[in-house]
C-alpha cells in the first residue's frame, strides 16, 4: 500500500475545523435522534511517515528519500442539533468530492427515531439509500466498541470528591452489564455477550419527560439553557423536603432532613393559600432535574438489583455529561442499591448508537484492527461545543484511527488492577500545575526540532506555528478541566503532542539527529564491546548497568539534558559521569548481580527507549551479554515515532547494522534468539494494557522483564508488578521529579523484582 | 367490662398529676378519658380519627362535661368543618369495639398548612380544657410539637408512623369485611369494576403509601415489616405539577380535570417513534414511551388543553410509583402489592392504571389490592396506640 510520493505535494491541513476529511470518505452511518443527530464516516487519509533503508545508508537532508506517503484510516463522528440537519447535509453534499452520482446507490446506515422522518431528506441531498438498523442493536455494538477499544472512555463521578471524575481503563473484559439508554424516555438493557443481549425494563419517565415538562413550566429554549437554568435553581423553594415535613431528620427511617419527600410538593401549598410564588423558574428546572435523576437512578438500581448486575453504564442524550445530573443519578444508585451498584458514565455517550449503525457489517473495523482517540481532532468533555460549522452550527467531534492490528493485555502482568501512569494529574494538582508548566515552557524546543526537521519546506515554519497554538490551547484547556480527554497524566500529554505533530505533518520531527547519533554510536559499539569484555565478571555486570543507565541521558524529550547536548561535546564517558553515586533512589543492583550468578534467564524482553547512545552503546551490550548466558531476548519498540525513541523500523535497521560489526549479535539474530518486535504504542510511555496482540503472544514464555527509561518506567508502571522477575532501569532527569523520589537530578532507578 | 367514663381520668389527673398508666391504681383507669383522637399529620393531608363511643349510660352522660358533649356533637353533627375540613361520611365506621367501648369511628381530614385555623377552631370548641395529650404520627407530629404546646397547651404524644399505617391497616380490614378489594376487567370501561378481596391471610405483601411521596414497605407479619423503598414523585409531585401547568387550586379539581382529559396528546407513544409497536421488545405502540415527550414542540404545546396536561401528569406519576412498586415487589419475591394514601381519593383512573400495570408487567403474577379507608389507616393506627399506652 506504501507507494512512493511526491512529500512537497501534500497540502496544509485543512482549514475546516469539522467534517474533516469528507472528500475522502468512504462509507456513512446517521443516528437521528429527537435532539441530536450523530453522522459516522470513515475516510482514508495520506500522511508522511519517515522512511527507513535497511541497505541503503541515509544521509540526505531532502525530504524525499526520507519521508514516504502512506494511507491510514479512520473514523469520523460529528454531532449535531438535529434543528440543524439541513445545513449539515447541505455541508456534507458540497464537499463530497464524488458527484451525486458516485454516491448513488451506495447506502446510508440509520438509526434512531428521527432516521424514519428524515429519510427522504437523506436521499435527497446526498444520493444515499438509506437502510435502517435496529436502534438497541446499534446502541449495545456502539457501547461494546468504545469499551473495549477506548482508554477512559467510562467514569465514575463524585461531585464532591478528589478527583471529581475516575476514568477506567478499556478492558476485552466488559460483560456482563446493564445499558441504560436514556433517550426521550428510558430502555434497560442487560448485556451478556457480543450477541446476547435483551431489554429488560424501562420507564417514559426520561429525557423527553425533562424537555416536555421543563418547555412548560420555563421558558428556556432548548435542553442546554434548561441544564443551565437548574445549575443555578434552588429545588429547595419547590420540593417538600424530609424537614419541611418533620422539622429535622426522620432519624428512626434514617432519613435526612435534605432529603426530597415530594418532588413539587410546596407548590401546591403556595398556590392553594394564595400566597405570592416563592419560586423562580430555575428553580423549578432544578427540581425537575433532580426528580427525573432521581427516579431514572431507582428505577435503574431496581432492574440492577433484580438482575444481579453491578455495573450500569448510561447512554443517551440526556446526561450529557452534565455534572449536576450526573451527580443525582450516581447518588441515586448509590443510596437506592447500598453501594452494590456502580455507576458508570461513558465519555462519549451520545455517540453509541451511531457508532453501532456503523459498525453493521463494516468489514473495515473488524476484529482484526484496534482503534484509538485521536485527542488532536476530537473534542473533550465540553458544556459547549467548542467547534463551529458555518460559523452558525455548534458540533462536537469524535476521530477514531485504525491501528493495523488488534491490542492484548499484557500476559505478564500480575493481579487485574494494572493501572500504567503512576501519577493521576487529575487528582493530584501540585503534579498537574508543575508539569502543565513545564510542557508549555518546552513547546518552543518541539517548534524548533519540527522545522528543522524539514528544513527544506516552505510550510514547515507556518505549520510549527499553528501545532504550538493548537497544544498551548489545549494545554489551558486542560488547566481549567483537566478530565476533558480522560485521565490527565503525563503520557496522555506527551501522547497529545505526538498527535498534533502528526496533525500537522510533522510524523517524525526527531528523524534526523535520531539518524546522525545512530550512526555515531555504531562506530564506538565495537570500542565499547572490547572494553566490556576486558573486565572481571562482577564489574562488567556493574559497567553494563551503568552503561545502561548513561544511554538513557541521550534524551531529546527532556529539557535538561537538550541543554547539555546543544552546548557540550557529551559522549557516554561525559554521560558516565553524570551517573550519582550509589546507592540510588531505587538500588536494587546488588541484587540484580547476586541473581546473575545464578541459572540463566530462558527468555528476556527489554522494553527500549532512546535512539543513538542509548540503544546502541547501553541496551546492546547489555542484551550480548543476555545472549551469551544463553537467554533469548526480545527488544521491543514503539511502532511509531515520538521524539528520539527508537522506533521498531528502526531498531530492525539498527540490529542489521550491529550484527555487521559484532558475531554474537549476528549470530543471535540469524537463530532467532535476538529479535525486534514492536509494542503498537506510539508515545514515550508504556501502557501495558494495550500491547500488539502478537507481542503480548510472544511475551508469555518471557521470565525476565526489562523496561528502560522514565516515561517507560517512572510516569508509567513504576508501580506495575509482574508474574515474572523485572527490571526497571531510568535516569530522571528532571529536577521536580527526582525531588519527588527523594533523589536530585539525574537520580538512578534500578528497581529489580523477584516475585518467587 | 364496665363502660368507663371521662370522670375517672379527670379525677385521677387531679390526684397524680399525670395520666395514669398501671392498672394498680384502679381498675377503671386502663383507658384514658374522652375524646379519643388518633391523627396523622403528613405533608399535605391531616387525617383526623374519631372515636365516638355510641354506648354512653344515662349515669355517663348526666356526668359528662359540657364541652365533651360539644365536640362530640360538633364532629359528629358536621360534614364540614371550616373552609377547608371535611368528614367522609361514606368512609364511617360503626359498631366498633376500641378499649372496651362500642361505637363508630369518624374520619376528618384538612390540609395540613390549616393546621393554624385548625387550633383556633380546637380552642374555641375548648378542647384544650379537657385534652392534654393527642396522639400523632406524620412529620406533622414532630414539626408541630412546639405549635400545639404554645397554642393549645397540648402535648403531643408521637408514634411510629410505619408502625401506625400497618396497625391501623390490619385493625380497619379486620373490622371491615368489604375493606379490601381489586380492579376487575382494568381496561374495560364496560366491563370493569371493583371485586371484593379476601385478605384473610395476608402475608407477606407490600404497601405502597402514596401521599405526598411514596413509601414503599414489605411486610412479613402484624410486627414484621421493613421499608424498602420511596420516592419522591408521588401525590405531591401530581398536585404540584397540576397547579403549575393548570392554574387548578385542589387535588380534587386536578382529578376532574384528568378525568376528561387525553395523555396521548401529551405523551410520545411508542407508535409515535416506531409507526407501531416495537416488536422486538414486545413493546405494544399504545405504550408511553416518554412521558411529556411530545411537549418541547411548540406546536404540540398550543394545541394540547388544561385537561391533557392533567391527565398527563396523573398518568406518569401513577405509571412510576406502579413501576417502582412492581420492581420492589420482583425483589422482594411477594406477589400481593397493596396500594394506600391519599392520592387514590377519588381517583379510580390511578387505580385502574395501577391494577392494569401490576398485572401486565407481571404476566398475571402480581396482584394490585386496594382498600377503602386508604389515606386514613395511620390515624387509626395512632387511635389504637393511644388506648395502647394505657393497658
Keep these: 500500500m506504501d507507494k512512493k510520493g511526491a512529500p512537497k505535494s501534500i497540502k496544509l491541513p485543512e482549514a475546516i475545523k469539522v467534517f474533516r476529511n469528507l472528500t475522502n470518505a468512504k462509507r456513512f452511518a446517521i443516528d437521528i435522534g429527537g435532539s441530536l443527530t450523530k453522522i459516522a464516516y470513515y475516510s482514508t487519509l495520506s500522511y508522511r511517515r519517515a522512511n527507513y533503508y535497511l541497505d541503503k545508508e541515509v544521509s540526505s537532508s531532502s525530504d524525499d528519500h526520507v519521508y514516504e506517503v502512506s494511507e491510514t484510516a479512520r473514523l469520523h463522528f460529528v454531532k449535531f442539533e438535529t434543528k440543524y440537519i439541513e445545513q449539515c447535509l447541505d455541508f456534507i453534499k458540497s464537499n463530497l468530492v464524488g458527484s451525486r452520482e458516485s ?41 461494546n466498541f468504545l469499551l473495549k477499544n477506548i482508554s477512559d472512555e467510562a467514569f465514575t463521578y463524585h461531585r464532591h470528591a478528589n478527583p471529581e471524575y475516575e476514568f477506567q481503563l478499556a478492558d476485552p473484559n466488559i460483560f456482563p452489564y446493564m445499558l441504560v439508554n436514556i433517550g426521550s424516555g428510558v430502555s434497560i438493557l442487560k448485556v451478556e455477550s457480543e450477541d446476547k443481549y435483551e431489554r429488560i425494563g424501562g420507564t417514559a419517565t426520561g429525557g423527553g419527560t425533562f424537555w416536555g415538562l421543563g418547555s412548560l413550566l420555563t421558558n428556556a429554549k432548548g435542553f442546554d439553557e434548561l441544564l443551565d437554568l437548574a445549575e443555578v435553581g434552588d429545588h429547595r423553594n419547590t420540593d417538600l423536603l424530609v424537614g419541611d415535613i418533620y422539622g429535622g431528620d426522620y432519624r428512626s427511617l434514617g432519613l435526612d432532613s435534605d432529603l426530597i419527600a415530594s418532588s413539587f410538593g410546596k407548590i401546591c401549598d403556595a398556590s392553594r393559600s394564595g400566597k405570592k410564588m416563592s419560586y423562580k423558574e430555575a428553580d423549578l428546572a432544578r427540581s425537575l432535574l433532580f426528580t427525573i435523576s432521581n427516579d431514572i437512578g431507582q428505577i ?9 448486575l453491578n455495573k450500569v453504564y448510561f447512554g443517551g442524550y440526556f446526561l450529557r455529561n452534565h455534572p449536576l445530573s450526573m451527580h443525582t443519578v450516581s447518588y441515586s444508585i448509590n443510596y437506592w442499591s447500598k453501594g452494590t451498584v456502580q455507576s458508570l458514565f461513558l465519555r462519549h455517550e451520545g455517540y453509541l448508537g451511531a457508532i453501532g449503525a456503523f459498525l453493521k457489517g463494516a468489514e473495515m473495523c473488524g476484529e482484526n484492527y484496534s482503534w484509538q482517540e ?54 493530584d494538582h501540585q503534579a498537574r500545575d508543575y508539569w502543565l508548566d513545564c510542557f508549555e515552557e518546552s513547546i518552543d524546543k518541539f517548534v524548533c526540532a519540527a522545522i528543522a526537521s524539514q528544513a527544506d519546506n516552505e510550510t514547515a515554519a507556518e505549520r510549527a506555528s499553528q501545532f504550538k497554538e493548537k497544544y498551548i490551547r489545549r494545554l489551558h484547556q486542560f488547566r481549567k478541566q483537566p478530565f476533558s480527554y480522560g485521565n490527565l497524566t503525563v503520557r496522555s500529554l506527551l501522547d497529545t503532542i505526538q498527535h498534533y505533530m502528526r496533525e500537522f505533518d510533522f510524523p517524525d ?39 545502561m543507565l548513561a544511554g538513557n541521558l541521550f534524551d531529546w524529550g527532556a529539557k535538561a539534558v537538550v541543554q547539555i547536548m546543544e552546548l557540550e561535546q557529551f559522549g557516554l564517558t561525559e554521560a558516565r559521569r ?25 527468555q528476556a524482553a527489554i522494553f527500549v527507549d532512546n535512539s543513538g547512545v542509548d540503544i546502541i552503546l547501553g541496551i546492546l551490550p547489555f542484551t550480548r551479554e543476555l545472549l551469551s548466558r544463553g537467554t533469548k531476548v526480545m527488544l521491543c519498540a514503539n511502532s511509531a515515532p515520538a521524539l528520539n525513541d527508537v522506533t521498531h523500523k528502526e531498531l530492525e535497521v539498527i540490529l542489521h547494522q550491529a550484527g555487521m560489526i559484532c558475531p554474537k549479535i549476528k549470530e543471535a539474530l540469524e537463530a532467532g534468539n535476538l529479535v525486534a518486535m514492536e509494542t503498537a504504542q506510539a508515545g514515550p510511555c508504556l501502557d501495558l494494557s494495550r500491547l500488539d496482540s502478537g507481542l503480548a503472544k510472544a511475551l508469555q514464555n518471557v521470565d525476565l522483564i526489562v523496561i528502560e527509561g522514565m516515561g517507560r518506567t517512572v510516569h508509567t508502571n513504576y508501580n506495575a508488578k509482574f508474574k515474572c522477575e523485572s527490571l526497571k532501569a531510568a535516569v530522571i532527569k528532571n529536577q521536580w521529579l527526582a525531588k519527588r523520589l527523594g533523589g536530585d537530578m539525574f537520580a538512578v532507578v534500578w528497581k529489580y523484582e523477584n516475585p518467587s | 367490662m364496665a363502660p368507663r367514663s371521662c370522670k375517672v381520668c379527670v379525677r385521677l389527673r387531679m390526684a397524680s398529676g399525670s395520666i395514669p398508666n398501671g392498672r394498680s391504681m384502679s381498675e377503671s ?6 375524646p379519643w383522637f388518633g391523627m396523622d399529620i403528613g405533608g399535605t393531608l391531616t387525617k383526623l380519627v374519631y372515636f365516638e363511643p355510641k354506648d354512653i349510660t344515662p349515669d355517663e352522660e348526666n356526668e359528662e362535661v359540657e364541652v365533651l358533649k360539644n365536640i362530640r356533637r360538633y364532629l359528629t353533627k358536621n360534614s364540614a368543618y371550616g373552609k377547608t375540613g371535611h368528614r367522609d361520611i361514606h368512609l364511617q365506621m360503626d359498631d366498633i369495639e376500641i378499649g372496651g367501648r362500642k361505637g363508630s369511628v369518624h374520619f376528618i381530614r384538612f390540609p395540613t398548612c390549616e393546621m393554624p385555623n385548625f387550633l383556633a377552631l380546637a380552642k374555641r370548641q375548648g378542647m384544650a380544657s379537657l385534652i392534654t395529650t393527642v396522639c400523632a404520627t406524620g412529620g406533622g407530629a414532630y414539626k408541630f410539637e412546639e405549635t400545639f404546646a404554645r397554642e393549645v397547651n397540648m402535648k403531643l404524644a408521637k408514634f411510629d408512623e410505619l408502625d401506625s399505617l400497618i396497625r ?42 402514596i401521599g405526598s411521596g411514596v413509601s414503599v414497605l414489605a411486610v412479613y407479619g402484624p410486627k414484621s415489616y421493613k421499608r424498602i423503598s420511596g420516592t ?48 422486538r421488545f414486545g413493546l405494544p405502540g399504545e405504550l408511553v414511551a416518554s412521558s411529556f415527550g411530545q411537549m418541547n414542540s411548540l406546536d404540540k404545546r398550543q394545541n394540547v388543553s388544561r385537561e391533557d396536561l392533567a391527565r398527563a401528569t396523573l398518568v406518569t406519576i401513577t405509571n412510576n410509583i406502579g413501576s417502582i412498586a412492581r420492581m420492589c415487589a420482583l425483589n422482594e419475591k411477594v406477589n400481593r402489592v397493596v396500594f394506600v394514601g391519599n392520592f387514590l381519593r377519588v381517583n379510580p383512573i390511578s387505580m385502574k392504571l395501577l391494577a392494569y400495570a401490576m398485572d401486565y408487567w407481571s404476566k398475571g403474577t402480581l396482584k394490585a389490592l386496594f382498600l377503602e379507608h386508604e389515606g386514613y389507616f395511620g390515624a387509626v393506627g395512632c387511635l389504637l396506640a393511644f388506648n395502647d399506652d394505657f393497658s
Design chain 1, 300 to 308: 435503574a438500581s431496581l432492574y440492577a438489583m433484580s438482575h444481579n
Design chain 2, 232 to 279: 419522591s414523585l408521588g401525590g405531591g409531585t401530581f398536585l404540584g405539577l397540576c397547579c403549575l401547568l393548570t392554574g387548578c387550586k385542589t387535588f380534587e379539581e386536578a382529578i376532574e380535570l384528568a378525568t376528561s382529559g387525553d395523555n396521548t396528546k401529551v405523551d410520545k407513544l411508542v407508535k409515535d417513534i416506531y409507526g407501531g409497536d416495537y416488536a
Design chain 2, 168 to 209: 391501623g391497616m390490619l385493625f380497619v380490614e379486620m373490622n371491615n369485611p368489604r375493606e379490601c378489594y381489586y380492579w376487575k376487567d382494568p381496561t374495560d370501561n364496560e366491563k370493569c369494576r371493583k371485586e371484593s378481596y379476601d385478605f384473610s391471610a395476608p402475608y407477606p405483601f407490600l404497601i405502597v403509601n
Design chain 1, 578 to 602: 553524570r551517573i550519582p553515586k550509589r546507592p540510588w533512589v531505587e538500588d536494587g543492583l546488588d541484587a540484580w548481580i547476586e541473581r546473575l550468578k545464578g541459572p540463566p534467564h530462558k
Design chain 1, 374 to 427: 485521536n485527542y488532536a481532532g476530537s473534542s473533550g468533555l465540553e458544556p459547549v461545543p467548542s467547534s463551529w460549522l458555518n460559523s452558525t452550527v455548534p458540533v462536537a467531534q469524535l476521530e477514531l484511527d485504525r491501528w493495523g492490528s488488534p491490542l492484548a493485555y499484557c500476559p505478564l502482568l500480575a493481579g487485574t488492577d494494572y493501572i500504567p501512569d503512576t501519577v493521576d494529574l487529575n487528582a
Design chain 1, 103 to 143: 454516491m448513488a446507490g451506495k447506502i446510508i446506515k440509520a438509526t434512531g427515531g428521527g432516521a424514519f422522518k428524515h429519510a427522504n431528506l437523506i436521499q435527497e441531498k446526498l444520493g444515499l439509500k438509506v437502510e435502517k438498523e435496529d436502534e438497541m442493536s446499534c446502541l449495545i455494538k456502539g457501547c
Design chain 2, 29 to 34: 383507669s386502663d383507658y384514658p378519658c374522652m
Design chain 1, 509 to 547: 520531527p526527531y528523524i534526523s539527529i535520531k539518524q546522525s547519533e545512530n550512526e555515531a554510536a555504531l562506530s564506538q559499539l565495537a570500542e565499547r564491546i572490547s572494553h566490556i569484555d576486558s573486565l572481571s565478571w562482577e564489574a562488567k555486570q556493574t559497567e553494563l548497568a551503568i552503561g
